[in-house]
């Protein structure tokens, strides 16, 4: 019988009691495993714990049938050399179920009164093998077991897993780049089947050194690749929060595991829509994924397509702009910090976005002039116009739909990029507040579009007609010095907000981002201006949004540091009108139903 040959005739029903034959089947497969430490014994082990522990259960109900251990060693001769060579083998006892039914099995063994030599030397026998499967871990039943048989669970302790650990960590270091000449025979299958020994395992804090030199090996040929049964069981465990890992094992699981990967992006983005008030820069300075992206460009390729699609089906959800900007700057931070060990160009991070749009949009607004920034905004506002105008144009031309969405693609990925970028958005928003009516346009249409990237069930001419209506409404509104405010005017503002608006072409959230703005930046005083957002946010059912905004601007400037002899009063404001959003206690509203 070939020492690897599968248990056929164990894969069915077992039938009542346990015989010889059966024994010897099992006793066979541990002979072969004893007897080889290649990848495929390693493997064929690992493949049959599940059975083995089946069998061993099923052991173990027979012993416990059997009225003395003379008794069950006459029945089944083999059992003490079958449950010895399995108590010498570490990829069993490394199992935590496997090892916990043999020291079930050899307590069922062992007599309290030996009634013969043979149950003499089967307690001796069964003292010792116990003192290699005690541990630390064993549950209290166990060790007081141990201890009523004169062994004290303290001196010994299970040294099998260590062991074990050591050989598995020697074995993925017999790699292509350990090689001493190009002739030496690769030896990388060595890393295959040391992760398949691994999956029963991952649990185990001994072995999270094992687990982390695995992830971390360089893979120098196509031979060195992991199991995806020890990716998914580690995956598993991780997001369950059975195994703690280190960061950089984090980050090289994410490498390795997309669906680990995956589900570290979507709980950003389920804490971002459950919470549309909450700042994400804080859950983001806790989370590795910045950093991760920094490190490979395909773990952020992989993030920016999840975005990417979530953005597609949550167009007009602040919170999840917000995420995917502050996400944006986290790693655009992190990916400096990196510069002297990457030369990967931006392209190749951001390569499906405009390329002409890529590093004006990419440079932080404290990275230029102020003076600077209108004509900056103006070229931006103008670049995207006329990249929407040639999609419009081409709708009117009737060409196919190939073409057609090529340029949908086109408006997506520069209005994605743009929503990365949001800090220029910002800069266009506090820039409207002391703009000249003449000035507005540009600004104007740049806000429209990343509020409204398509002309799908819009008209982009109307919205610019309401947008500088809006803006009319709010600067005429913040220059008013007298008290009380008026009234009609706070009322027309929560009519545009609400959503029975009469302008349903122009997003409530546009209005908002202009009035949250006008807020902070105006020359109006700051009780005034306090009145008018409390009023109208709390009337219009729009506090958590324009906590969003308010955070957004406060990160913005905070990493920019970009107002110079202003910085104190536009910080003071910000802070004000926070406090006034989240209060529980806010006081009435003036404007009357």
């Not at 990967?344 to 102020?370: D, G, I, V, Y």
């Not at 509020?451 to 947008?467: D, E, F, I, K, S």
Request: glycine share 4%; charged share 20%; proline share 5%.
């Amino acid at each position: 019988m070939s020492q690897l040959q599968p248990l056929t005739q164990l894969q069915q029903t077992a039938e009542p009691g346990l015989n010889v034959q059966e024994m010897q089947l099992w006793l066979d497969k541990a002979v072969a495993w004893g007897q080889a430490d290649s990848p495929d014994t390693q493997k064929d082990t690992c493949l049959h714990l599940s059975r083995l522990r089946d069998f061993l259960q099923q052991l173990l109900t027979h012993i416990n049938n059997m009225s003395s251990t003379t008794e069950t060693m006459k029945r089944l001769p083999l059992l003490g050399q079958f449950l010895g060579r399995l108590c010498w083998n570490p990829y069993v006892t490394a199992d935590a179920t496997g090892r916990r039914l043999l020291f079930q099995c050899l307590w069922g063994l062992y007599s309290e009164n030996p009634g013969n030599a043979v149950e003499r030397k089967a307690n001796q026998w069964i003292r010792k093998v116990l003192c290699q499967l005690a541990t630390e871990e064993d549950d209290a039943p166990a060790q007081a077991l141990m201890t009523q048989m004169g062994v004290p669970p303290k001196e010994y302790h299970l040294k099998v897993l260590m062991k074990m650990v050591a050989l598995l960590q020697e074995n993925i270091g017999k790699s292509c780049s350990s090689m001493g000449h190009m002739n030496q025979r690769c030896s990388c299958d060595n890393i295959l089947a040391t992760s398949e020994a691994c999956v029963p395992l991952v649990t185990c804090p001994e072995v999270a050194p094992l687990i982390g030199a695995l992830l971390q090996q360089p893979v120098t040929c196509v031979r060195a690749e992991l199991s995806e049964d020890f990716l998914d069981a580690l995956s598993s465990a991780y997001s369950s929060q059975c195994l703690s890992l280190d960061e950089q094992t984090v980050v090289s699981l994410w490498y390795h595991n997309l669906s680990s990967l995956e589900e570290a992006v979507l709980s950003l983005l389920e804490c971002a829509l459950t919470n549309s008030g909450s700042n994400p820069q804080k859950q983001l300075e806790q989370s590795l994924l910045p950093k991760a992206c920094a490190q490979h460009c395909s773990i952020f390729l992989v993030v920016n397509d999840i975005f990417r699609s979530i953005l597609k089906q949550a167009e007009g959800k602040e919170s999840v702009k917000y995420l995917i900007q502050t996400f944006t700057s986290c790693f655009l931070r992190e990916l400096a910090l990196r510069q002297h060990q990457t030369s990967l160009p931006l392209k190749a991070m951001f390569p499906q976005s405009p390329q002409n749009l890529l590093l004006p949009l990419l440079t932080r607004p404290s990275e230029m002039p102020q003076e600077a920034w209108r004509h900056h905004l103006n070229w931006l506002s103008g670049s995207l116009q006329r990249l929407t105008e040639e999609e419009e144009e081409g709708d009117r031309d009737n060409s196919s739909s190939t073409t057609r969405s090529g340029r949908y693609h086109k408006v997506f990925e520069a209005w994605f990029l743009l929503v990365q970028c949001a800090h220029w958005v910002q800069v266009a928003v506090q820039l409207l507040v002391t703009s000249e009516p003449e000035d507005c346009g540009p600004l104007l249409w740049l806000l429209i579009f990343y509020h409204h990237p398509t002309n799908r069930g819009h008209n982009r001419a109307l919205q610019l007609v309401h947008g500088k209506e809006a803006w009319d409404h709010l600067h005429s509104l913040f220059l008013v010095l007298a008290r009380p405010l008026p009234i009609d005017r706070l009322q027309s503002l929560v009519t545009l907000l609400s959503p029975q608006s009469q302008q349903p072409s122009l997003s409530p959230l546009l209005i908002l981002n202009l009035l949250v703005n006008f807020a902070v930046f105006s020359q109006q005083s700051l009780s005034a201006s306090t009145e008018i957002l409390q009023t109208v946010v709390h009337r219009s059912g729009l506090v958590d949004e324009a906590a969003c905004v308010l955070n957004s601007l406060e990160l913005r400037l905070n990493e920019d540091n970009c107002l110079s002899s202003d910085t104190k009063r536009v910080h003071l404001r910000i802070q004000a009108l926070q406090n006034t959003l989240t209060h529980k206690h806010a006081a009435s509203s003036p404007v009357e139903n």
